[in-house]
């Protein structure tokens, strides 16, 4: 089955320290999404990347979407605490379930002060 | 004040016990969705509807139902089948159908123990 894995699973730096989560899809995506959520709290939409090769910036957060449309990533640049979560990336299930989001394994942040 | 409400924020459940878990927006969103979260885990999806009463199974649906009677409602019970229930569950809805490639924005969730 379709399968959208994220590596690492877990990263602990220092603040001020840059970050880095890869998503990877089995399949071809039409587009992808980006997820952050708090410690116990509920994910929060970050962004959707469409286009190949397409890069996008927040701030301190770039994100970018791989040219064959399989892979992604978001780098965080001197991280702060208030980045700490989980960043999940997520992408439309493949033929028949495009009407369903699945979601990455996700990786956790955690931001020594 | 828009936004997706879920209650109660946590739910204790007794063995073959049904509980339903509340999910209302006021965002006027066409489609619903509900996920299951285990601890340090990603998100799995147990139902989805995309318009008033119609709804499909997700990746994860046995041992759950839903309701979609109105726009704004959309109830999961965790009926006594599902053996495994304990989890985090999380409520989200999108602008419109197409859920793949459509913003989804969560409720606060509910935290279900099983005594």
């Known amino acids: 089955g379709q399968q959208v894995m994220q590596i690492p699973q877990y990263q602990h730096v220092q603040e001020g320290e840059d970050f880095t989560t890869y998503c990877n899809s089995s399949t071809t995506l039409s587009n992808i999404q980006w997820y952050k959520q708090r410690p116990g709290g509920h994910p929060v939409f970050l962004i959707q990347l469409v286009k190949s090769g397409e890069v996008k910036k927040q701030k301190r957060l770039t994100f970018q979407f791989g040219e064959a449309k399989k892979n992604s990533s978001l780098h965080i640049t001197a991280t702060q605490t208030t980045d700490v979560g989980t960043y999940f990336c997520a992408g439309p299930g493949y033929g028949g379930a495009t009407n369903k989001l699945i979601f990455g394994t996700g990786t956790l942040l955690a931001v020594q002060p | 004040d828009g936004g997706i409400t879920q209650s109660p924020k946590y739910l204790f459940r007794k063995e073959g016990q049904n509980v339903t878990l509340s999910c209302e927006q006021n965002?006027?969103?066409?489609?619903m969705y509900w996920y299951r979260q285990d601890p340090g885990q990603g998100l799995r999806l147990i139902y989805y509807?995309?318009?008033?009463?119609?709804?499909q199974k997700g990746d994860i649906a046995e041992g759950y139902s839903v309701s979609r009677e109105k726009k704004e409602s959309f109830p999961l019970t965790v009926t006594s089948a599902q053996k495994n229930p304990t989890a985090f569950y999380l409520c989200?809805?999108?602008?419109?159908?197409?859920?793949?490639?459509?913003?989804?924005?969560f409720g606060p969730g509910t935290r279900l123990l099983v005594l």
């Open positions: 989200a809805s999108s602008i419109r159908p197409g859920g793949g490639s459509e913003t989804q924005y």
């Open positions: 965002l006027n969103h066409d489609a």
């Open positions: 509807s995309q318009i008033v009463n119609d709804f």
